[in-house]
T-cell receptor, first 118, second 112 residues
Framework: DGGITQSPKYLFRKEGQNVTLSCEQNLNHDAMYWYRQDPGQGLRLIYYSQIVNDFQKGDIAEGYSVSREKKESFPLTVTSAQKNPTAFYLC?????????????????FGEGSWLTVV | KNQVEQSPQSLIILEGKNCTLQCNYTVSPFSNLRWYKQDTGRGPVSLTIMTFSENTKSNGRYTATLDADTKQSSLHITASQLSDSASYICVVSAEYGNKLVFGAGTILRVKS
């Protein structure tokens, strides 16, 4: 079955460490997204990518980095520069960002990853 | 700036009662609007998706409305159940946008 997979589900980071969250999809989707969610808050966009080898900063990109070397993979690295990384991280994908009007496509979400600083 | 604002921020209702959640947006040009239900620590689950030509869409006890002129949407939940307790998120995408714009969500708690 097609879907989007995030791993790990739970991750602990020590101060000063970089950690990488994995996001893989087998849906042949062009666009992939990373969001951060703090307790009781909404989703905030970190980075997104519409095509392989290209990605754009979202609203809260500082302290994060991404790569899109393959269509199916969009890993997120939380660097030591991110001072408050404890949060829930969601990856999403959609088959194409439409440039002409047509009914919207389905957004697929991963199950999320909890990152805690210890 | 593209924005999606949801209200109320949180809501507590008794089981069996109805409730309505609001979503106002300034995303332009508008392509579609989606409502999602998110349980704590899980990925959002799609409830409805509407384009500008659709005024209302139902999914079981969930009914979404859209007024593209006033840029407002609502999600009405009928005969609430304890399992409806979750965060409800409004997501708007722009026709030429590269980003999906998420609202902050409304946290609904249904009490017995």
């Amino acid at each position: 079955d097609g879907g989007i997979t995030q791993s790990p589900k739970y991750l602990f980071r020590k101060e000063g460490q970089n950690v990488t969250l994995s996001c893989e999809q087998n849906l042949n989707h062009d666009a992939m997204y990373w969001y951060r969610q703090d307790p009781g808050q909404g989703l905030r966009l970190i980075y997104y990518s519409q095509i392989v080898n290209d990605f754009q900063k979202g609203d809260i990109a500082e302290g994060y980095s991404v790569s899109r070397e393959k269509k199916e993979s969009f890993p997120l690295t939380v660097t030591s520069a991110q001072k408050n990384p404890t949060a829930f991280y969601l990856c999403a994908s959609i088959d194409q960002i439409t440039r002409t009007y047509r009914p919207g496509n389905t957004i697929y979400f991963g199950e999320g990853s909890w990152l805690t600083v210890v | 700036k593209n924005q999606v604002e949801q209200s109320p921020q949180s809501l507590i209702i008794l089981e069996g009662k109805n409730c309505t959640l609001q979503c106002n947006y300034t995303v332009s040009p508008f392509s579609n609007l989606r409502w999602y239900k998110q349980d704590t620590g899980r990925g959002p689950v799609s409830l409805t998706i509407m384009t500008f030509s659709e005024n209302t869409k139902s999914n079981g006890r969930y009914t979404a409305t859209l007024d593209a002129d006033t840029k407002q949407s609502s999600l009405h939940i009928t005969a609430s159940q304890l399992s409806d307790s979750a965060s409800y998120i409004c997501v708007v995408s722009a026709e030429y946008g590269n980003k999906l714009v998420f609202g902050a969500g409304t946290i609904l708690r249904v009490k017995s």
